[in-house]
């Protein structure tokens, strides 16, 4: 038996009755690391040892899964099928852009991450070539109970017939069946999905946040995507599914920031309050954008951090109130700190290069009050802000 098929035979097994029985006596322990021998060793005495193994193995999925997927305790993954499947949150906002089309391809559809929103907008034709992702993928979407039809097709997406698709979301695969990171280009690479145009004018190709910018033509969107404060992903859309030509939108509220050019901002001392914008604003180059709406200036031509003297209230970034500003003096900087009473440090940097974690060590603090120590660089110069938080965004 080939191990594909070996797979695909035993997660059938996970699914008969024996299965299902098993995986729901595990949902009803609390396993830890000192309990898991003992259960399984007792489990074992009542089923077979493989399907144990494969049951323990899914329910520690599961269990993990839990933070991209409400319904994960029901849904089936494999390693690399979770760590590379789209959260929830992100899965559902992405899909609403698909709204309007009749039939979509879920080019490399893995577990369904995707697939469980797109086919509540459309019916959905799911293409993967790794049997058990789809079989998976067919399940996951059973458990969802998604409102549209949809078909599995087991095909390189390069074979797959685009005649009957007026629109692709893809999402190439960025680890190897086993789970390890592939080296350089994604399969298949983003090149290759750009040239879909060719066939469809509606796509959407999900890939890393660090993407470079210059691998999409100009009339493409891209779109940085946060679960608040974490940059998780980046999305590009094709131009018949463009609304801009860069965005920013944190999730789970939606809110989002476009493109929209206007004079150059100001480059000037850092005022009473620092903005620390959402890494989705950074990577999308969007930090002018939200200057001009907050009136805010930059404190330096190439740093992130925006400055101004009125209180700064956006989603799109924490504000801090600055309570020391200076050029940067590591041997003033504990006696700085004990002047405002600080205990606690969170260190910020952005355009100093240091040992932060070292550094903090050495600050060795006695005071009552939590601050932001703010390593950057001021108009060029190393420079160091003490600051606290303002409000909790996002
Ligand atoms: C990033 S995962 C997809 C995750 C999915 N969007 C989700 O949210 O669950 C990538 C998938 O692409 C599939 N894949 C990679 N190259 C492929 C190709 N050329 N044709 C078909 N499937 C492919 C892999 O088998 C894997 O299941």
């Given amino acids: 038996m080939s191990n594909t098929t070996d797979a695909i035979a035993r997660f059938q097994t996970l699914l008969s009755k024996q299965g299902q029985l098993l995986l729901s006596k595990l949902a009803q322990e609390e396993l830890t690391a000192e309990n898991e021998l003992r259960i399984s060793t007792q489990l074992r005495k009542e089923f077979p040892v493989q399907l144990v193994l494969d049951a323990l193995a899914q329910h520690q999925l599961r269990l993990k899964a839990q933070a991209k997927f409400s319904r994960a305790m029901e849904m089936?993954?494999?390693?690399?099928?979770?760590?590379?499947?789209?959260?929830?949150?992100?899965?559902?906002?992405?899909?609403?852009?698909?709204?309007?089309?009749?039939?979509?391809?879920?080019?490399?559809?893995?577990?369904?991450?995707?697939?469980?929103h797109l086919a509540n907008v459309s019916s959905v034709a799911a293409?993967?070539?790794?049997?058990?992702?789809?079989?998976?993928?067919?399940?996951?979407?059973?458990?969802?109970?998604?409102?549209?039809?949809?078909?599995?097709?087991?095909?390189?997406?390069?074979?797959?017939?685009?005649?009957?698709?007026?629109?692709?979301?893809?999402?190439?695969?960025?680890?190897?069946?086993?789970?390890?990171?592939?080296?350089g280009d994604s399969e298949p690479p983003i090149e290759w999905c750009i040239e879909l145009l060719d066939s469809v004018t509606r796509i959407g190709i999900k890939a890393a946040p660090?993407?470079?910018?210059?691998?999409?033509?100009?009339?493409?969107?891209?779109?940085?995507?946060?679960?608040?404060?974490?940059?998780?992903?980046?999305?590009?859309?094709?131009?018949?599914?463009?609304?801009?030509?860069?965005?920013?939108?944190?999730?789970?509220?939606?809110?989002?920031?476009?493109?929209?050019?206007?004079?150059?901002?100001?480059?000037?001392?850092?005022?009473?309050?620092?903005?620390?914008?959402?890494?989705?604003?950074?990577?999308?180059?969007?930090?002018?954008?939200?200057?001009?709406e907050l009136n805010a200036w930059k404190i330096d031509e190439k740093i992130g951090f925006l400055s101004s003297d009125k209180e700064m209230h956006s989603p799109f970034g924490r504000t801090l109130k600055v309570l020391d500003s200076g050029p940067w003096n590591q041997k003033q900087l504990p006696s700085r700190l004990k002047q405002y009473d600080i205990r606690v440090v969170d260190i910020r940097r952005r355009g100093l290069a240091g040992d932060v974690d070292q550094f903090q060590k050495s600050?060795?603090?006695?005071?009552?009050?939590?601050?932001?120590?703010?390593m950057t660089r001021v108009q060029e110069k190393p420079w160091a802000l003490i600051c606290v938080d303002v409000e909790t965004t996002s």
């Fill in 76 to 116: 089936y993954f494999t390693k690399s099928g979770l760590e590379q499947a789209s959260s929830e949150v992100i899965a559902a906002y992405r899909a609403k852009r698909f709204a309007e089309l009749k039939n979509i391809a879920d080019f490399c559809c893995g577990i369904g991450g995707d697939l469980v």
């Fill in 127 to 183: 293409v993967d070539y790794d049997p058990l992702h789809l079989a998976i993928a067919r399940v996951n979407a059973d458990v969802c109970k998604v409102s549209h039809p949809v078909t599995y097709n087991e095909s390189d997406v390069r074979a797959f017939d685009l005649s009957n698709t007026d629109g692709i979301f893809i999402d190439p695969a960025r680890r190897t069946t086993e789970g390890r990171m592939r080296t």
């Fill in 210 to 292: 660090g993407i470079d910018h210059e691998m999409f033509p100009d009339a493409w969107e891209l779109e940085f995507i946060a679960i608040g404060k974490d940059l998780k992903e980046a999305v590009a859309w094709s131009p018949a599914l463009s609304k801009s030509k860069r965005r920013a939108t944190i999730l789970p509220f939606g809110h989002t920031l476009t493109e929209k050019p206007g004079p150059p901002v100001d480059v000037k001392m850092p005022g009473e309050f620092l903005l620390d914008p959402n890494p989705s604003v950074t990577r999308a180059g969007l930090v002018e954008e939200l200057a001009r």
């Fill in 363 to 374: 600050l060795k603090l006695t005071g009552s009050r939590k601050a932001t120590l703010v």
